[in-house]
């Protein structure tokens, strides 16, 4: 079913055929999404469909404005698609409540984006520990000072986020997505703001996730680097995905982006 | 999440200051005019008073309980209004914080909780200030109710412990339901606006905004239609009421003027420097920041709607009872005098004609219903029913003033009669002097604005009082006429356009410091909530100003943007504000003029003035410092620190 020929054609997996369901991490089926009417209508995600298993780190690339944000968000249950399903497991996002999407951005599922806002007044142990503190568990010490420590920081507990810089408030917020060990992680150009020895750094971070953990990454880039880092990588333009690739190379993967004109 | 409540408490102190104030000043002026009005209430006149004497002295007791009651309703209002406006504004500024916490898996309940919980706490601290700060404010309510007249110099406010009770519930209740329409709007933030780089501009025009912006004007419509009668305390009751119907209208539809009178100003600017990119960026920073504007311009409708609407409104009751005054009086001297002159005058070769009139304190139960037998003090004039029509242009509705000339007789006001539900050849129970009268209405005459609602047969007012002659002379013997009246040591004589305008003066004086009185500390109170609500609105602004010096503005160019952004919040403010005293000035108008019987019009341009000047002054300097301070560091430092 993979077949990386047809450019503009529609695909449903990207993973190897044969892989049983319950190995399924998240599945998007004919997902659609627009934005505005008439005139302005735009076409984020057209009849998109992908299925990623458990454990895997997938790069979505794609020019500016093919979708890749949209994805990452239906994907998240921060958006409604127009149409089609989104399973997140064994539910269907599409249709599920707030309170689901709530419970679900609670325990399964953690955000990691450039601009992830971390809150100024809060350190950043306290940042890390929020989520717990959401999910109305105790902060557990401990805890907080292994994710801490995972991502390098481990002085840096007492810091407010002014007084990091944009690397260290970038693991800051990676530490707060992992710390309740989601299945998936949405990472949106999670190196985009960062010189390439941190982006190296995060990277590394997101590999042991994958490795160690069993989470599954979904990260959008731009660079062709950092999606060398992952497993695979699917291209998108238009809303629609047009390439994917195995194992991909910086330099495999640059080659591609050029012919999509990103 | 108490943590976290207490947390966000502790790192924004200086935002919630701002929210703690508004509540210190509310509680104080809630809790200070409940208590001056308890005191009204349970007061009695001073042992030893004369039967009159306790008649006049209970009676302004229970003025000064009406009184106070306006203060009450008007102070309860303008904190609601005040609270509610700065705890939304708060919550929409941290909708960046609650789409964070939002996307870490908050739910919509827990944001609302989340808030109410703040607001709770705000709550508790600003009512431990208003509760410390309404000690001194109803020693302000005492001191001006024994100036007005309303109160015994012996008058005192006790403090209560109930009060308490009643404060806290007040200022936590307020702050709860402040935060509770905002909370709920807070809970909607979608999380994916945590990930987008624009704070996402929630709709200001929502749907409670059309739904109370649109019934509050049906309201104001309805209340300026129905031509209600303007009478003592009533008067202004109606007219605060209606003042505020339209001050809830306005402000509620703001965000719907905003974008134009920013165009105007934008266009304006760019007039007069067509070369700065100033006009352009504050036109669109106005526009984007309709929110923020509408929210700032708010306590401007207050300060100014209120002000210059009740005074103007009471403004036009004092023009129109003057004009009452000028009209109904045919004379050229009035003669005041302790002595009976009936003798001089009748032999006087100058006097064409007099009559004699004394104004005595009558007692009448004009509120049957209550059942409470307590009588409130009418101003009587006992006069002499062959003469007075000579002097006085009186309309009888029903009857004949003629009828006086029998014993035991009154003539009513159309106004007293309706509240007596009597007519001519009823009797009414009348108190005159500690002596109960049972009088036979003979006539009822048409009300007028300032009285008298009762006149008397002159034998009912034997008593010693102060005699008042109005008379008619030739002009040619006039002169020599008042230099003698003047030259008896027992009386004042005066030009009658004199006396009616003093007479008038001191009436206006007289309303217009009970209409002070009402307002003043609210309007103090919403005046603060202007210099509170511009640097709230300051404030949240750091990144933008911080991104702007980074483009190559200076911090003075910065500032010259941000104050000519604060003059569009004051145009918007000013206009609403206005347009709230207009419609109350022209409610008094309407009921004033079907009194009197012709158009009844001032507005007070001097006191509108100065009234916008003041709010001027709070808003541009606030918005100034708080600029200088909002700019103090380094730009990079702070746009590196991007939450
Ligand atoms: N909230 C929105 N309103 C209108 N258009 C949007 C919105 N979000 C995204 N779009 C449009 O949808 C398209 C895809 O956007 P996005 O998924 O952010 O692209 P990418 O992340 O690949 O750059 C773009 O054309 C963008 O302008
Ligand atoms: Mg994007």
């Given at each position: ?7 503009g ?6 993973h ?36 990623l ?9 794609g020019?500016?404005?093919?979708g ?59 940042n ?61 150009e ?13 990277l590394?971070l ?12 979904v ?44 | ?44 006149p001073?042992?030893?008073a ?17 009184l106070?009651g ?30 964070l916490l939002?996307?870490?898996g ?39 109710l ?40 807070a ?46 305390e009533?008067?202004v ?7 505020l ?10 965000p ?9 100003v ?11 990119a100033?006009?352009?960026l ?43 005054l ?56 006992a ?6 029509p ?17 014993p ?164 918007v ?43 001027a ?11 200088v ?15």
């Amino acid at each position: 079913m993979a077949s990386t020929e047809a450019i503009g054609g529609q695909r449903s997996t990207v993973h190897p055929p044969g892989v049983p369901t319950q190995d399924v991490a998240l599945r998007l089926e004919h997902v659609s999404r627009h934005y505005g009417s008439g005139d302005t209508l735009v076409v984020a995600l057209d009849d998109l469909s992908l299925t990623l298993h458990r454990g895997s780190w997938t790069a979505v690339m794609g020019p500016s404005g093919s979708g890749k944000s949209t994805l990452l968000h239906c994907a998240g249950g921060l958006e409604r698609p127009d149409a089609g399903q989104v399973w997140l497991g064994d539910r269907n996002l599409a249709t599920a409540t707030d309170r689901e999407l709530t419970a679900l951005r609670r325990r399964d599922v953690g955000f990691i984006f450039q601009n992830l806002n971390l809150v100024a007044s809060l350190t950043a142990a306290q940042n890390v520990a929020l989520p717990l503190r959401v999910a109305g568990q105790p902060p557990a010490r401990q805890a907080v000072r292994q994710v801490l420590a995972d991502v390098g920081l481990a002085d840096r507990g007492r810091h407010r986020p002014r007084e990091l810089s944009g690397g260290q408030q970038q693991r800051v917020a990676i530490a707060r997505a992992i710390i309740t060990r989601p299945a998936v992680l949405l990472a949106d150009e999670p190196t985009g703001a960062l010189d390439s020895i941190t982006a190296r750094e995060v990277l590394a971070l997101l590999r042991s996730r994958v490795a160690e953990s069993g989470q599954t990454i979904v990260m959008v880039t731009h660079d062709p680097v950092a999606a060398a880092a992952a497993d695979h990588v699917v291209f998108l333009s238009d809303g629609r995905l047009v390439d994917d690739l195995q194992r991909p190379t910086a330099s495999v993967v640059a080659a591609r982006l050029a012919q999509l004109g990103g | 999440m108490l943590a976290l409540s207490i947390t966000a408490l502790r790192e924004r102190l200086a935002v919630f200051a701002g929210a703690i104030l508004t509540i210190t000043i509310g509680v104080a002026l809630v809790q200070a005019s409940l208590l001056a009005l308890v005191a009204a209430a349970t007061a009695g006149p001073p042992a030893g008073a004369t039967g009159s004497e306790r008649l006049v002295i209970s009676d302004a007791y229970v003025s000064a309980v009406s009184l106070m009651g306006l203060v009450v309703g008007l102070a309860s209002f303008v904190t609601i209004f005040i609270v509610g406006s700065t705890f939304g504004f708060a919550v929409a500024q941290r909708r960046g914080e609650l789409a964070l916490l939002r996307l870490l898996g908050l739910s919509q309940g827990q944001i609302q909780r989340l808030l109410v919980g703040e607001a709770i706490a705000l709550g508790i601290l600003g009512t431990l200030g208003g509760v410390l700060l309404g000690l001194p404010v109803a020693g302000y309510f005492r001191r001006t109710l024994i100036d007005l007249g309303f109160a015994h110099p012996d008058f005192e406010i006790a403090w209560r412990s109930w009060v308490l009770a009643v404060s806290l519930g007040a200022g936590i209740g307020v702050a709860a339901l402040g935060s509770l329409g905002a909370g709920r709007r807070a809970g909607r933030v979608p999380a994916l606006e945590a990930l987008r780089r624009t704070d996402g501009a929630d709709r200001v025009m929502n749907l409670s905004r059309w739904v109370i912006g649109l019934l509050a004007t049906g309201g104001a419509v309805a209340m300026l239609a129905v031509n209600t009668q303007l009478r003592g305390e009533s008067a202004v009751a109606i007219s605060i009421s209606l003042c505020l119907v339209i001050v809830i209208a306005l402000t509620a539809l703001a965000p719907l003027v905003v974008p134009a009178v920013a165009g105007v100003v934008g266009l304006l600017l760019r007039a007069l420097h067509p070369t700065g990119a100033g006009g352009a960026l504050v036109g669109a920073n106005v526009r984007d920041g309709v929110r923020r504007t509408s929210t700032t311009a708010a306590p401007i409708v207050v300060v100014v709607g209120l002000v210059v609407g009740l005074i103007g409104g009471m403004d036009v009751v004092s023009a129109g009872a003057r004009a009452e005054l000028e009209s109904s009086i045919d004379a050229d001297l009035v003669v005041e005098s302790h002595t009976r002159l009936d003798d001089l005058l009748t032999s006087h070769p100058h006097v064409d004609g007099f009559s004699r009139e004394m104004t005595v304190v009558a007692g009448i139960d004009d509120d049957l219903e209550d059942g409470s037998g307590r009588l409130a003090a009418y101003q009587a004039i006992a006069i002499e029913p062959s003469t007075y029509p000579t002097s006085h242009r009186v309309e009888v509705t029903t009857g004949a003033l003629d009828g006086l000339r029998g014993p035991d007789t009154i003539v009513l006001s159309a106004y007293l009669a309706d509240r007596l539900d009597a007519t001519v050849g009823d009797t009414a129970m009348v108190r005159l002097d500690d002596i109960d009268h049972e009088l036979t209405i003979v006539a009822v005459v048409g009300s007028t604005l300032a009285g008298p609602d009762i006149l008397l047969p002159a034998a009912l007012a034997d008593e010693p009082g102060e005699h008042r002659y109005f008379l008619r002379t030739a002009s040619s013997g006039r002169s020599e006429l008042f230099d003698l009246l003047s030259s008896l040591d027992v009386a004042t004589v005066a030009a009658v356009d004199e006396w009616t305008a003093a007479a008038s003066d001191a009436a206006e004086r007289q309303n217009r410091n009970i209409m002070v009185a009402i307002v003043s500390l609210t309007a103090i109170y919403a005046a603060i909530a202007i210099a509170n609500a511009a640097a709230m609105a300051t404030f949240e602004r750091r990144q933008e100003f911080a991104l702007l010096r980074l483009t190559g503005l200076s911090r003075l160019q910065v500032l010259r943007v941000v104050l000519n952004e604060g003059l569009i919040v004051l145009v918007v403010g000013t206009l609403l504000g206005g347009l709230a005293a207009f419609g109350t000035i022209a409610g008094a108008s309407t009921a004033v003029s079907g009194i009197v019987g012709r158009e009844i019009m001032v507005v007070p341009w001097p006191l509108a003035a100065a009234v916008v000047s003041l709010c001027a002054a709070i808003l541009l300097l606030t918005t100034s410092i708080s600029t200088v301070a909002a700019t103090r560091e380094r730009p990079i430092s702070v746009v590196g620190a991007r939450s």
